[in-house]
């Protein structure tokens, strides 16, 4: 079975629970999305109802054709949507693959969901898909993403200068991070075990 279908599967710890994305989860999503602080480095924006539904129109067009596999985060100590993240850029044959289009509502941010949902989504890579390589890549401006990611063991690797348009035009600079399977185990144990630190709230 190939990467697309192994990795759309149901995630869960007792912190968190992640599910591929559906129809069903169009209006709670909405609910925490609405808020143009998520969307800053984000390479769409997302501050009307039409943008929103671009938004998810998109994510479920990319789930279904096998681009990319969107899972929608549930906080289980409120059961509420807290947000989304996704596998995508997935190179099987080169097992490569990436986490990120991650973001968490308002009402969620540093209260560990990142660590514990990019926890889930690593594991997953290296331990069932059999993945050599997780990267990740944000906004070079975006120091919250990059101090976040740093704080669940990605090393950075370095800068693509000009690699994409922004929303208004600006050309973003992108900034790549990864975990190699030979440094999966210390990242496993230090994400179980570290205290709640400043959390990764928006790759973009």
């Given at each position: 079975?190939?990467?697309?279908e192994?990795a759309a599967?149901?995630?869960?710890n007792?912190?968190v629970?992640?599910?591929?994305?559906?129809e069903?989860?169009?209006?709670p999503v909405?609910?925490v999305?609405?808020?143009?602080?998520?969307w800053?480095y984000?390479?769409s924006?997302?501050e009307t109802d039409?943008?929103?539904?671009?938004?998810f129109?998109?994510c479920?067009?990319?789930?279904?054709a096998?681009r990319?596999?969107?899972?929608i985060i549930t906080d289980?100590?409120?059961g509420?949507?807290?947000?989304?993240?996704?596998?995508?850029?997935m190179?099987?044959?080169?097992?490569r693959?990436?986490?990120?289009?991650s973001?968490l509502?308002?009402d969620?941010?540093?209260q560990g969901?990142?660590?514990?949902a990019?926890?889930?989504?690593?594991?997953?890579a290296?331990?069932?898909?059999?993945?050599e390589r997780?990267?990740f890549?944000?906004d070079?401006?975006?120091t919250q993403a990059?101090?976040?990611?740093r704080?669940?063991?990605?090393?950075?690797?370095?800068t693509l200068?000009?690699?994409?348009?922004m929303p208004g035009?600006?050309?973003?600079?992108?900034?790549?991070?990864?975990v190699?399977?030979?440094?999966w185990p210390?990242?496993?144990?230090e994400l179980?075990t570290?205290?709640?630190?400043?959390q990764?709230d928006?790759?973009?």
């Amino acid at each position: 079975m190939a990467w697309n279908e192994n990795a759309a599967v149901v995630l869960e710890n007792e912190h968190v629970l992640l599910r591929p994305v559906t129809e069903a989860d169009r209006e709670p999503v909405r609910a925490v999305a609405m808020d143009p602080d998520i969307w800053k480095y984000f390479v769409s924006a997302v501050e009307t109802d039409a943008d929103f539904e671009k938004f998810f129109d998109t994510c479920l067009a990319d789930q279904s054709a096998g681009r990319r596999v969107v899972q929608i985060i549930t906080d289980k100590s409120t059961g509420r949507v807290a947000g989304s993240m996704s596998y995508g850029n997935m190179a099987e044959a080169d097992l490569r693959l990436e986490i990120g289009w991650s973001w968490l509502g308002r009402d969620f941010r540093g209260q560990g969901i990142n660590r514990w949902a990019k926890y889930l989504l690593l594991e997953h890579a290296f331990e069932q898909l059999g993945a050599e390589r997780v990267e990740f890549k944000t906004d070079i401006l975006n120091t919250q993403a990059r101090r976040g990611l740093r704080n669940i063991g990605a090393v950075e690797e370095g800068t693509l200068r000009s690699y994409n348009f922004m929303p208004g035009g600006r050309r973003r600079d992108a900034i790549f991070y990864s975990v190699l399977r030979a440094e999966w185990p210390r990242v496993k144990d230090e994400l179980a075990t570290k205290p709640k630190v400043a959390q990764l709230d928006a790759v973009g």
